[in-house]
Nanobody, 120 residues
């Protein structure tokens, strides 16, 4: 059974930075794609970023501010979030799939989520 464990969430002021981590119980290169989604209160879950090999994908709302990366030795992916805005406040979920793009808004494996709160 695959486990994805997120960490790194917290409270930050607008303009600040946070780095989220997602540790996988299986080798990261065994997944077709890994990435991040988020869900704000009262809103539907939305795609944030994904990585496949050396290719990266971002939602328009985070382009230029967030960077996704992976460490295949540590079996971990990261989401570096800079220039944070109050509208980035959400629970952030790590996700992975063995064969499907996360841009479909679906994934075979999910983490438990980590809260990110950006104060104005």
């Amino acid at each position: 059974q695959v486990q994805l464990v997120e960490s790194g969430g917290g409270l930050v002021q607008a303009g600040g930075s946070l780095r989220l981590s997602c540790a996988a119980s299986r080798r990261t290169f065994s997944f077709y794609q890994m990435g991040w989604f988020r869900q704000a209160p009262g809103k539907t879950r939305e795609f944030v970023a994904a990585i496949s090999g050396s290719s990266t994908y971002y939602a328009d709302s985070v382009k230029g501010r967030f960077t996704i990366s992976r460490d295949n030795v540590e079996n971990t992916i990261y989401l570096q979030m800079n220039s944070l805005k109050p509208e980035d406040t959400a629970v952030y979920y790590c996700a992975a799939d063995q064969s499907r793009s996360l841009l479909s808004n679906r994934a075979g494996y999910w983490g438990q989520g980590t809260q990110v709160t950006v104060s104005s």
